[in-house]
Each structure stands twice: as C-alpha cells, then as structure tokens.
C-alpha cells in the first residue's frame, strides 16, 4: 500500500502539489491525469525518493520515504519497476544489457540467469530474438516493449508508467496498453500509470485521480470521470480528447 499524506512541494515561488493526499491499495491501477505542470511526474518522483516534500508523508509498505535512508530508499527501488516516457535505454548497450542493467549492478546473478531473465521478459512483452540488437534498430514500439521488459526484470511489486503511450501512433497506444494490463493481471502488481491519453485511462485503469491547482480535484472510476458534470473536469476531458483523436 501506498499512503500519501499532506504532500506539498515547490520549486522557487511555483506551488506544484498542495496538502496532497492519496492512498492507493495493493493491486490497484491507478491512472494519474492533469494538464502539463500539474505535478503527475514530481508525483512519482516523491514516491520513489528521488525528491523531497516540503511538508508531508510518503509510506510505501510501512517505509516513510521522506524519512528514509539512501540504503533504504535502493531496497524499495529494487522493488518498483519504472518505465520512462521516452523508453531511456542506454544507445551503447543491446536489449539485453539494457535490461539486465538492475540485476548486474545490485545482483549476483549468473550470467546463464541472466540470458534466461532476458529470454522470459522479452516473451513477457511479445518479443524475441533482438537480445543483441541495440536501441537505435528498434521501432518507437519496440523500445517501448524493451524498457518495460527492464523495469520487470527485478519481478517488482509496483510498476510506475509515465506517458507510457506518447508519440506512439493509435495502433501501438493500443498495443502497449493491452500490454500493460494483461501484465498486471498476469503479475499481481501495484501500478500508477501517469498519463494524457483518456484512451488508456478508459482501457486500464481502475481508479483516476486529476491533479489540478497541486491538489486531487476528482478521485473515482474512469466511467465516474466521463459521467461528471463538474466543469473543470469537462474542460479537461474535451481538451485531451481531441488531442488524442
């Protein structure tokens, strides 16, 4: 479980999360939404300590974060899983070092393990035969496919996705996000999914939460979301929705 509590964060004189509270439970998918500079990514960055709150509390599985040492805070990354919005594979590696990163530099994992590992993830994602290729032989989709692979390579207990489906044409979005819902099943993990395509929101997720003035102005199921009259949320909803048409 996740428990965020009066979470409150600045840069300079700009408020970007406000008394922000949010508990997300075990299994869940939670999609966060709002407009660009709402605080969605400053949000994950919390989570995983990468930055810290001016006020506020942050509990991942009993561990405050804000409070947390640095030995603590690799234990719980270790056990989070992250893919980036632009997939962030490193160009000098192959997929294979690339998602074998994590387990080479906090495992003692055998090699013959690890070309199993990146065997069994490559499947996972629905590809195979590219461990040596490097990034810049693979389509948007693809490195796309390969950083989720690297972010399930330590068989962690949460997934965060950030813009999971940007710049990828409407029959690849569509792809990755029957990707990403048939792995949570499939896996039983814990995954926010930070997000402007209503369309994954609709597919994927099982709550919603709209950041908007650095604080959680809706909270509740996608068909709750669409269904609302509140006119701040319909402008929202109008505006992204042709974006993403």
Not at 43 to 65: F, S
Not at 129 to 150: H, Q, W, Y
């Amino acid at each position: 479980m996740i428990e965020i509590r009066g979470l409150s964060k600045s840069f300079g004189t700009q408020t970007v999360l406000r008394e922000l509270d949010l508990t997300i439970h075990d299994g869940e998918t939670v999609a966060v939404i709002g407009q660009s500079g709402s605080g969605k990514s400053v949000l994950l960055k919390h989570i995983i300590g990468l930055l810290r709150p001016d006020a506020g509390t942050i509990t991942v599985d009993g561990l405050d974060v804000t409070r947390a040492t640095e030995r603590q805070l690799e234990e719980l990354r270790v056990r989070i899983g992250y893919l980036f919005q632009s997939a962030a594979l490193f160009d000098s590696m192959t997929v294979a070092e690339n998602i074998t990163l994590g387990l080479r530099e906090h495992t003692k994992t055998p090699v013959v393990e690890l070309e199993r590992i990146v065997k069994e993830k490559l499947a996972l994602v629905g590809l195979r035969n590219i461990e040596d290729r490097k990034p810049a032989e693979l389509s948007g989709g693809m490195r796309k496919r390969v950083g989720l692979a690297r972010a399930l390579a330590m068989e962690p207990a949460y997934m965060f996705y950030d813009e999971p489906t940007t710049g990828l044409d409407p029959v690849t979005s569509d792809q990755i996000d029957q990707l990403i819902d048939g792995l949570t099943k499939r896996l039983n993990v814990t995954s926010i999914i930070v997000t402007h395509d209503l369309f994954t929101v609709d597919r994927i997720a099982h709550r919603v939460v709209f950041l908007f003035e650095g604080k959680i102005y809706f909270d509740g199921t996608p068909k709750e979301l669409r269904l609302s009259k509140d006119p701040t949320v319909q402008k929202f909803l109008e505006r992204y929705t042709l974006i993403n048409l």
